[in-house]
């Protein structure tokens, strides 16, 4: 039985927490690594997976700007 | 909170604010953009690398963006990512060329853009044997960093750049989501960027 509109809302806001929760820890300092919190929420993928892949990407450009920023 | 107030307190220099903005927007925007791909380019540029570029100038510039009226930021963004569109769009034109770029034309430094345009050269070098000459230090020293790779990262960038397989091609090749190809490619050219360093070092050899 395919999922109901209120359990895909559950799941994104789900999805969503965890995203937040990770955003706040990496501000405290703390190193989050997404292959465990992919590994530690297995029922969320595969959205929760590209969720954290675009995170990825947006990191990846905020350390090349702190590194180009650094250089100048 | 609302958007603006996510928007205001990037604006001000919280990171985790912009990030979660660039987060929320990627999707639209990721849309816009690879509705404007040219159809001869679209299986060698994504609209990820865009937005990839397109970020870098968004965490650069943002204490310069003056929140304004709803739907500012998504304006100011979309523009953004365009104008990088229009880079890439050029940049792999030349490369289409002949990849005669200058020093003055490959950008230099913490760039995948660079990374991806020597890539580009590579493939179109190893096809073009009278230009494969003058530029050996060169792409020697991307052939040098990519055996230097994780298997699964070089085989990512190699059927991407080299072979120039879109990513849906890849993902059933390596019998992986588009997704993991997607990571697979941005993590590549990381390794890849920090493995050849500062490109400057190999310009003394492009033409």
Known sequence: ?72 | MSEEEFVQRAAAGDEAALRRLLLAHHDQLAATIARQLPDDLRRTISADDVLQEAYLVVFRKIRVFEPGQPGGFHAWLTTIAEHRLADLIKGHRRAKRGGGLTQAELRVGNDDSAVIDMLQMLAANSRTPSRKARMDEAMAAVQAALENLKEDNREALSLRYLEGLSVAEMAERMGRSEGAVHMLCTRGLQSLREELGDLSRFLSSLP
């Open chain 1, 1 to 72: 039985m395919p999922p109901t509109e209120r359990e895909n809302s559950e799941r994104a806001q789900r999805i969503q927490r965890i995203v937040d929760e990770c955003l706040a820890r990496q501000v405290s300092g703390q190193i989050v690594s997404y292959d465990q919190l992919i590994a530690e929420h297995p029922q969320l993928m595969p959205e929760l997976g590209e969720a954290l892949r675009k995170l990825e990407l947006i990191d990846r450009a905020r350390q090349r700007a702190r590194e180009a920023n650094d250089r100048n």
